[in-house]
Each structure stands twice: as structure tokens, then as C-alpha cells.
């Protein structure tokens, strides 16, 4: 009797991509074939099929393999055929418990057909090395896939298998990537919203009211695939992967993730200095520019105060002397607003480390916009002159951060030279017996510390100053936003994020009885610009606060 009563007969199948690439013969219809034969010809009954298309051996984590395991361990299951062992999986440590542990403990007969493995024949010597050798099949067939996938990637060719939202395959050429306007139009208002100052959760819930089919919906809608129940439920993290991809520039990402070994298959983030950047291989859909405000618009993050008030200036005020941000404070007293300031900081009632930097929102208000306005008349009036003026600034400027950065990595080399003599010497004194071992072991472990901070530090320079030799001002990129902000009677957060990069407040200063403030702005692409105009200072009235 092959089978017990009210029990079935488990048949398994799995194909993956690698086994797809031998040919027919490991086909889900050819195995389904092969196994109802088997089973009908050995009078098995009661049979049922588990099914796992498109998954690795070397993981158990296959929806088929677990929902068969389920029915084993509610000992419903009398017998499991597979085609041979391979099959089964890839991974010879959990086939070996498979087979000698878990089978037998919930009283299933294991039957590999190609392998003349039958448990209810005892044990089959030749199963071990079999496992072995699969599992060794898979590591090498992962290698060499790893491998040709390197040399893809090295090359500027799309490794990721699909492209990102707003994106399509050229049908011309599926190597290379087509926009697909009527989501890059969804991409461009996320990106445009973002540079507006709403958060991502924000930016769901409007598109959300909006009913803008989700990124699953519109795929699914695309492909003809079934579709989800929530079609237009956004969520922050879509759009804070959105507006993350640098894809969107129009340049190629490839290793931004990996994984540390076949068998952990856990997806590690790459950093930045690991991943393989090509510019310029398919149309950009969010300008350079655009893309790296937005990245600095999302480290400052926007939060309210007690009063539940936020500014748009938040997370761009800095302190002209220590560096650190300005905070926004309300003032519950004056319900108009009137009162709403920014103070830095590290000044905390002076009892901080910093003096007292201090601006009132309405006035900060003022300042920038009328800064703004004279700026971008100054630049449209003497356009030409302008450009020459800031690449030579440029120019100038960069050479002064180069020779900066060449004189920290010259320092930071010798600093490397010095600790290679001072750790040969204390080695020296331990061997001598002049240090004691615990002694020797504090000082070594101290000095290759810092060896390593200085090695990451010099890595990082030499990144830099590769990547500053070449580099030049985005002046035409900021004419661009000028020519765009020809009139502006009122500052809003997308106005002020589009145009101004950061704002250094000065310390104020007292003139004939009057306080008086100074402000640098900073302006997307260009930073600085200096006109023949008296801009960036105001009256204040009133007192300093306690």
C-alpha cells in the first residue's frame, strides 16, 4: 500500500530562470508529466500538486515549498515526489534535515524519481554528494551570473530588470529606457510638490484625493495584471522612493544594493562610493538641479512648533558665526504672527555656546523677497556681464576649496606616515619589555583607530578633489529660474525652495539706537551673488529677547 487513508501525495515542482536556460526538459509541464505517470503507475492516489515557477533552490522561502510544508506538518501529507533532488532544493545543510529529520519525523516517504531515491528503500549513499554537488551548482551558476551582471554594470548597461516609474523599455531597444509621459507627469508633480514643502505623507494623501492610480495600479493596468484592491491609497514611502531615485536625472545607477553571500539573500544598501554612476543614458525627467534641492529640501525636515505653526524657511536659516541652524519659535501672546522668530540654536537664552542671532519672521520675510526681487533684476538687466562675473568666481572660489582640501589630504598622509614609526616603535618597547602588553595593546588599538578615521578621511578627499577638477558653475541653470521667476509679488515655499539654497544671518548690530540685521542668501546653483546694490540689511524695532 504506497499511500494511508485520507492522505495525499504531495508532487513538487520548481523551476527557476537558471534551470529554465537547460531547455524543455526542466519545464513545469514537463515535470507535472513525469510525476502524475510516476505516481499513477506506483498507485499513488490522492495526488496534488505544489508548484513554485520562477524560484531559486537555494532558498526555502518559495510559497509552493510552504504551503506543502504546511500540510507535512498537519501530517496530511503520506508521500513527496519530485522530479529529483534539485528540485526539491539547492541548499544540501536543510535538504540533509529534509530528508534524515523532518520527513521522517511527520511519517512522509521522500521520492526523487531521477535520483533513485526512495526512503521507504532505506538510505541512498549517493543523496549526500548529490546535495552537494546542487548546492555547488548553484554557487557556481550565481557566480558566473554575478559576474556577467559586473561587467554590465561596469559598462553604463541597466542591470535593474524593470525600469523605474516614468520609465519604459525602448521597444527598438529593451537595453535602453523611453519616457513614459503620463507617469513622468505624476513624477514631475511629486518632485514639484516636494520643492513646495510637502512631506511625502503629504504629498500621498493629495494624490490620493486626487485618485492618481498608484505606482502597483498603473503596472498592473500597463501589464494587464490583476488589479490591486487600494488603487489609489498612496503611501509616504512610494513617494519618498520616488523622489530618492536619481534615475530621474537621466543617468544610470547600477550596485546600489547587494548581497553578502548565496545563501543570505537580504538586500544590503551600497554607499554612494560603491555604486557606479553614468550619466546621461536615457532623457532625464526632473533636471539635475531640481533633483539635488530636493535631496537637501528632505534632510530639513519641516516639523511644527507647540502651537502646531511651521515657517517655509525652516531648514534654511544658519548662524553666521558657529554654523548651526536657526530654530522658529511662536509666541502664543500674539495670535497675528507678528511675534514668530528664528533664534540659533546654540545661543539658549545665553547660557549656550553661541550669541544671540535673532530675526522675526515677518521681517526675515521682507528682507528675502526684496533680496530676491533686486537680485534677479540686477541679473536680467546685465545678464552677460553676470555669467563672466560668477564663472570667474567660480573659478576662483574653487581653487581656493582645492587648495583647502590638497593641503588637508597632504596633512592627512604624513598624520598616516607618523602613526606607521609611532606603532613600530611601542611594538619595539612591548617586545623589549619597556610597555606592558596591556598597556601596548590600549596605545595600538587607539593609533589604528585613528589610522582608519584617516584612511576614510583621505579616500573621501581624493573622491572629491577627482570630481572637483572638472567641475563648473550652473549658471545657465540658474539663468533658467530667473527667466521663470519674472515677477514675483508674493514668497511662497515653492518660489523660495526653487531659488535659495540656505540663508546665513548675521549677528545684529546697533546703529544710532536701532538694531540692525544682516542676511547672506545663497541662491540654487549660483550661491552668492554679489550686485552693486545695498541689499540684505533692515531695520529692527524691537528689543532683543531675554
Known amino acids: 500500500m504506497n499511500q494511508q487513508p485520507d492522505k495525499i501525495t504531495a508532487l513538487y515542482c520548481r523551476l527557476s530562470q537558471d534551470d529554465a536556460l537547460d531547455g524543455e526538459s526542466n519545464s513545469i509541464t514537463n515535470q507535472k508529466a513525469l510525476l502524475s505517470k510516476y505516481a499513477d503507475e506506483h498507485g499513488f492516489r490522492n495526488i496534488q500538486f505544489f508548484v513554485d515557477d520562477g524560484y531559486s533552490g537555494t532558498s526555502f522561502q518559495r510559497p509552493g515549498f510552504q504551503e506543502m510544508m504546511k500540510y507535512v506538518e498537519d501530517y496530511s501529507v503520506s508521500a513527496v515526489i519530485v522530479k529529483d533532488l534539485s528540485r526539491l532544493g539547492r541548499e544540501y545543510s536543510y535538504m540533509g534535515r529534509l530528508q534524515d529529520f523532518i520527513f521522517p519525523a511527520y511519517d512522509v516517504r521522500f521520492i526523487a ?13 549517493f543523496a549526500v554528494f548529490k546535495n552537494v554537488f546542487n548546492d555547488y551548482y548553484a554557487k557556481d551558476t550565481s557566480k ?9 554594470g561596469e559598462a553604463g548597461e541597466h542591470i535593474a530588470s524593470n525600469p523605474p516609474y516614468g520609465y519604459i523599455k525602448d521597444p527598438q531597444d529593451k537595453k535602453k529606457w523611453i519616457v513614459d509621459e503620463e507617469a513622468a507627469k505624476v513624477v514631475r508633480r511629486i518632485f514639484n510638490l516636494c520643492i513646495a514643502g510637502k512631506g511625502p505623507m503629504q504629498i500621498a494623501k493629495i494624490l490620493t484625493a486626487d485618485k492618481v492610480p498608484t505606482v502597483t495600479a498603473y503596472h498592473a493596468r500597463q501589464k494587464g495584471w490583476a488589479m490591486p484592491e487600494n488603487l ?34 537580504k538586500q544590503m544598501e551600497n554607499p554612494i562610493e560603491n555604486q557606479k554612476i553614468f550619466e546621461d543614458t536615457q532623457p532625464a525627467i526632473i533636471e539635475r538641479g531640481q533633483w539635488e534641492r530636493v535631496q537637501e529640501l528632505r534632510k530639513n525636515k519641516r516639523r511644527p512648533t507647540k502651537t502646531g505653526r511651521t515657517s517655509m524657511f525652516t531648514g534654511l536659516l544658519y548662524c553666521a558665526d558657529c554654523r548651526a541652524k536657526l530654530y522658529f519659535c511662536t509666541c502664543n501672546t500674539y495670535k497675528d504672527g507678528s511675534q514668530n522668530h528664528f533664534v540659533c540654536s546654540n545661543y539658549k537664552s545665553n547660557t549656550g555656546s553661541c550669541k544671540i542671532h535673532y530675526i522675526r519672521e515677518q521681517v526675515l520675510y521682507r528682507i528675502v523677497l526684496e533680496t530676491i526681487r533686486q537680485t534677479l533684476s540686477y541679473v536680467r538687466m546685465f545678464q552677460k556681464d553676470f555669467k563672466l562675473e560668477m564663472l570667474a568666481q567660480d573659478e576662483e572660489s574653487r581653487k581656493a576649496e582645492l587648495a583647502e582640501k590638497q593641503k588637508t589630504l597632504s596633512g592627512a598622509k604624513k598624520r598616516m606616515k607618523d602613526l606607521d614609526r609611532i606603532i613600530q616603535h611601542i611594538y619595539e618597547d612591548n617586545v623589549l619589555g619597556k610597555l606592558s602588553d596591556s598597556r601596548y595593546l590600549k596605545l595600538s588599538r587607539q593609533y589604528e583607530k585613528e589610522q582608519a578615521e584617516i584612511e576614510q578621511l583621505t579616500a573621501v578627499l581624493e573622491r572629491e578633489i577627482e570630481a572637483q577638477a572638472g567641475q563648473v558653475s550652473d549658471v545657465n541653470e540658474f539663468l533658467k529660474l530667473v527667466d521663470k521667476y519674472l515677477d514675483i509679488p508674493e514668497l511662497d515655499a515653492a518660489i523660495l525652495n526653487a531659488l535659495v539654497s540656505k540663508i546665513v544671518v548675521h549677528s545684529p548690530v546697533r546703529e544710532n539706537g536701532r538694531k540692525h540685521v544682516q542676511i547672506d542668501l545663497y541662491f540654487t546653483y549660483v550661491g552668492q551673488i554679489r550686485i552693486p546694490l545695498k541689499i540684505g540689511r533692515e531695520s529692527l524695532n524691537e528689543s532683543e529677547p531675554a
Open 113 to 125: 524519481i531521477n535520483d533513485d531515491v526512495d526512503s521507504a528503500k532505506g538510505e541512498n549513499d
Open 232 to 265: 489609489y491609497q498612496w503611501c509616504a514611502k512610494s513617494v519618498a522612493r520616488i523622489l530618492e531615485r536619481r534615475e530621474y536625472t537621466g543617468c544610470t545607477v547600477n550596485f546600489k544594493t547587494y548581497t553578502k553571500s548565496l545563501k543570505f539573500k
Open 144 to 152: 558566473k551570473i554575478r559576474a556577467v551582471v559586473k561587467i554590465r
